[in-house]
């Protein structure tokens, strides 16, 4: 059975004026993502993929073309609108992790339901604890971001991402800011998120990410050059079990 589209891009265009220049950053994108997928997009400086990310995160809306999130229409929404559809079906995870500071592993977590009535303060506590427990972070609830390393505040990232139940992860460079190995401890989680069926959206200039995914668009000068299954997922589990474990 054909799985639904979560994602639909058709011929979609970003033009920036730039003095008496206009810079064509994207260039007639389409693409379809289907529920469970987890997708690299590649992409060098100037490929174009930052502007995508924008486009599929609602943070921009393009010059022409349509953007379908989980069914609906993008493009015409106003600011606020795209500001609720983003809060309830994208969950994002960037290089910096971008927690609060001076704040518990918790609140941060809490902080997309605070913008959604039918969560109460009780509901958004529970819901951040089962978020974090997911994510393997049971035992720093109330640890605050400075009392934390680099791959368990990127976990509570992805706990925070979650929590929402979101149609789509779109995680920007998540590995960018780690060592190698915990970058392929976080591989290891986004594996297993996807085997359970979330959809991830994973944008990296990396190529080493893209064996770990199911399948890989790749972007040049704002087109898309490939699109392509990969028919021999690695697993990050194994990867991690080969690296050299680092002596203090």
């Known amino acids: ?37 987890f997708v690299t997009i590649m992409g060098t400086s100037g490929s174009g993929k930052s502007t995508l990310l924008n486009t599929l995160g609602c943070l921009d809306t393009p010059t022409k073309g349509e953007y379908y999130l989980d069914g609906v229409s993008v493009r015409l929404m106003g600011k606020n609108a795209r500001a609720t559809l983003r809060n309830r079906k994208i969950g994002f995870v960037f290089q910096s992790y971008n927690l609060l500071p001076k704040t518990t592993a918790i609140e941060n977590v809490e902080l997309p339901l605070m913008y959604n009535a039918s969560y109460n303060a009780s509901a958004r506590r529970k819901k951040a604890v089962e978020s974090l427990v997911a994510v393997g972070l049971g035992d720093r609830l109330n640890h605050k971001s400075n009392q934390m390393s680099g791959g368990q505040m990127q976990r509570v990232a992805i706990a925070r991402a979650l929590v929402n139940d979101p ?12 060592d190698s190995r915990t970058s392929h401890e976080i591989l290891v989680l986004f594996q297993r998120l996807h085997a359970e069926g979330r959809t991830i959206i994973f944008v990296t200039h990396n190529p080493e990410i893209s064996q770990y995914s199911s ?21 990050a589990v194994e990867a991690l079990a080969k690296l050299p474990i680092e002596k203090d």
Do not use: C, W
């Open 215 to 235: 399948r890989n668009i790749q972007l040049k000068d704002g087109r898309i050059t490939a699109n392509v299954e990969n028919p021999n997922i690695q697993s």
């Open 1 to 37: 059975m054909t799985k639904k589209e979560v994602i639909r891009l058709e011929n979609i265009s970003r033009n920036f004026i730039v003095g008496d220049e206009t810079v064509h950053a994207l260039r007639g994108v389409s693409f379809v993502i289907r529920e469970g997928e």
């Open 167 to 178: 149609a789509v992860i779109l995680a920007d460079e998540a590995t960018g800011n780690l």
